[in-house]
């Protein structure tokens, strides 16, 4: 596309594109955006949930569609409005009236060369602003090459763009003023695109970046994981080693049962503070893979020089390709995260797992451990990850309410089973580092070797447990602390809050997933109860006392 751009050229002085990732319809130029009809064009960041009841719609009015994306059912509901006389802004709002799920929407009108209408929800967007000349984009940093002036939209916003500038309604309809900022371009990857902390900004961005880890390493058809050249051959690796720190250490976990489960390779995982002390033997056919966000982390820099004489082969999994871990490593895989700022990881723990877990699949069907239509599945799943994960944002409303009742609490319990035991670990570790209450975290069937000496009324225990084969297991924990008095929050999807039956519980509802998917899910609640119980207590988000984002000292 950008070779026939080059090639033949498009004239005009107004024009709309968007670099699409394939939620609906192969990557093909017939999928691709814009989508327009004679009347209007739409290019959409997102996904909407309802574009095959809205195609039905269409379809009894005697429209028909041309592609398989969700997008042009936008573009033709606006035309089937426009056709029924309303004009281009009033035809636009009544389109997103009827939208469910995530956008970020520009819509521009056969005829007019001076309006672009905006719309924002879930997906981020943000206006540029230059002397007779309007920009819309994703955030600063799309359009830092034409402007450093800028006004991000919020939840619910719809803009009406002209050269002169934009008017803007909020969620209810209601005129909006929303600031102008003079964005330094130097720091315009550093911005925290219209939200109150840093930490928000980088949870709301993981669909993004998760969409562009799956980019990196899927085929364009996305049936295929593609490694770089030097890539481990995964069918003559003995065992792997695991050795990383903090959340890239729960990372690690996570991908142990990945590893174990699915390629029935032997893992050990290690902190790497603990390993490079223990100087542990290295057998032969040995794969050490050394996850860090910063590439930069003291430990495990000394982990991974400690193996480079001793294991069969060293892999990176980091965030900045430039970093020590990356070049001093056989091969550095990157997660694509972007810059992180906020101390607490979020977007870059799921990235982890999401090419961890690419690692796995790589393996299990490397080794004839997994056939072609499992593994078909797990991509296919994978792919619309982010979307269920810009679905799953709907949460917050009710993690506000648990974060309240947390916020006074002086210790809190995590539990979880099979792969979410790590994940509840990583829960723990969250709310610790920016809200400072006291939390701890155990594999479900040892509370009963312990800390269930720890439960009564003051005592919230937080259970993540999709409905999968532990669940009822799960369900007897639950029952155990709410005999005792316990607090208990569960973190489940439908089918497991209607399974746990009666009982004092709060619940927080989350999507459906592939068990195997849950962890990269079931980061968001933990990341949200430990964001929003940090606002309630007012501890600052972003810069947690005591913590640096990069430990480069032991």
Known sequence: MERRLVDDPIGGTIGIAHTRWATHGIPNETNAHPHATKAVAVVHNGIIENFRELRAELAAAGIGHETDTDTETVALLTQHHMAQGMGPEAAARATIARLSGAYALLFLFEGEDDLLIAARKGSPLAIGHREGEMFVGSDAIALAPMTDRITYLEEGDIAVITRAGATITDAGGRPATRPVKTIALDHARV?????????????????????????????????????????????????????????????????????????????EVDVASEFRYREPPIVPGTLAIFVSQSGETADTLAALRYCRDR?????????????????????????????????????????????????????????????????????????????TLNTAMEIDAGIREVARELAGAQSALFLGRG????????????????????????????????????????????????????????????????????????????????????????????????????????????????????????????????????????
């Open 191 to 267: 911005d925290k695109g219209g939200h109150r902390h840093f930490m928000a900004k980088e949870i709301a961005e993981q669909p993004m970046v998760i969409g562009n880890a799956l980019r990196h390493y899927l085929s364009d058809a996305g049936d295929a994981i593609i490694l770089p050249e030097g890539a481990p051959d995964f069918a003559h690796v003995e065992r792997l080693v695991l050795v990383a720190c903090g959340t890239a250490y729960y990372a690690c976990l996570t991908a142990k049962y990945w590893f174990e489960q699915l390629a029935r390779i032997p893992v």
């Open 311 to 387: 294991a069969e082969r060293l892999l990176a999994v980091i965030n900045v390709e430039s970093s020590s871990i990356a070049r001093e490593s056989d091969l550095a895989l990157p997660i694509l995260a972007g810059v992180e700022i906020g101390v607490a990881s979020t977007k870059a723990f799921t990235c982890q797992l999401t090419v961890l877990l690419l690692l796995a699949l790589k393996a299990a069907r490397a080794r004839g451990e997994m056939g072609a239509d499992r593994l078909a599945d797990l991509l296919s799943a994978l792919r619309g990850l982010p979307a």
């Open 419 to 554: 792969l979410m035991y790590p994940l509840a670990l990583e829960g723990a570790l969250k709310l610790k580092e920016i809200s400072y209450i006291h939390a701890e975290a155990y594999a479900s069937g040892e509370l009963k070797h312990g800390p269930i000496a720890l439960i009564d009324e003051t005592m919230p225990v937080i259970v993540m447990a999709p409905c999968d084969a532990l669940f009822e297991k799960t369900v007897s924990n639950m029952q155990e602390v709410m005999a005792r008095g316990g607090r208990i929050v569960l973190i489940s999807d439908a089918k497991g809050v209607a399974a746990a039956g009666e009982g004092t519980f709060q619940a927080v509802t989350m999507p459906t997933v592939d068990p195997v998917l849950a962890p990269i899910l079931y980061a968001l609640p933990a990341q949200l109860i430990a964001y929003h119980t940090a606002i309630a207590k007012g501890t600052d988000v972003d810069q947690p006392r005591n913590l640096a984002k990069s430990v480069t000292v032991e």
